[in-house]
């Protein structure tokens, strides 16, 4: 299947997330914050990041504009961020991602957002002049 990026600062969400990932078939690889995220980046790139937005030392948006800095095939990978923050599909928008979900979420939201998202593989295309946090 796919391989497939998670960056999460909660321990407990990740692991769950991750397990529900690979019963779906997918190779998971985790990091808990943009920083860890972005160190991920340096061995391979994945089909898709799933990046929670706040984080400590990087957030979500925040890596999403390192990717897009480095400019060296990370700025092509589609992003789907998660959150529990009312403001999740402006912050999307800022940074340019269609893909978002909003916490708690179902496993069948979860599994119908990673299937469309790597079937589209729509990178992010941050608005200019945005400020996503």
């Given at each position: 299947?796919?391989?497939?990026?998670?960056?999460?600062?909660?321990?407990?969400?990740?692991?769950?997330?991750?397990e529900?990932?690979?019963?779906?078939?997918?190779?998971?690889?985790?990091?808990?914050?943009?920083?860890?995220?972005?160190?991920?980046?340096?061995?391979?790139?994945?089909?898709?990041?799933?990046?929670?937005?706040?984080?400590?030392?990087?957030?979500?948006?925040?890596?999403?504009?390192?990717?897009?800095?480095?400019?060296?095939?990370?700025?092509?990978?589609?992003?789907i961020?998660?959150?529990?923050?009312?403001?999740?599909?402006?912050?999307?928008?800022?940074?340019?991602?269609?893909?978002?979900?909003?916490?708690?979420y179902?496993?069948?939201?979860?599994?119908?957002?990673?299937?469309?998202?790597?079937?589209?593989?729509?990178?992010?295309?941050?608005?200019?002049?945005?400020?996503?946090?």
């Open positions: 299947m796919a391989d497939i990026l998670v960056v999460d600062d909660d321990l407990d969400a990740a692991e769950v997330l991750s529900l990932l690979v019963m779906d078939g997918h190779q998971l690889r985790v990091a808990h914050d943009g920083a860890q995220g972005l160190a991920c980046l340096d061995d391979r790139l994945p089909d898709l990041a799933l990046l929670d937005i706040e984080m400590p030392r990087l957030s979500g948006p925040a890596m999403v504009a390192e990717m897009f800095l480095r400019d060296a095939g990370c700025e092509r990978i589609p992003v961020l998660v959150s529990a923050k009312l403001e999740l599909r402006q912050i999307a928008a800022a940074v340019g991602t269609q893909y978002f979900l909003g916490k708690p179902s496993i069948d939201a979860l599994q119908e957002l990673v299937a469309r998202a790597l079937d589209e593989r729509a990178p992010p295309a941050p608005a200019l002049g945005a400020h996503p946090e």
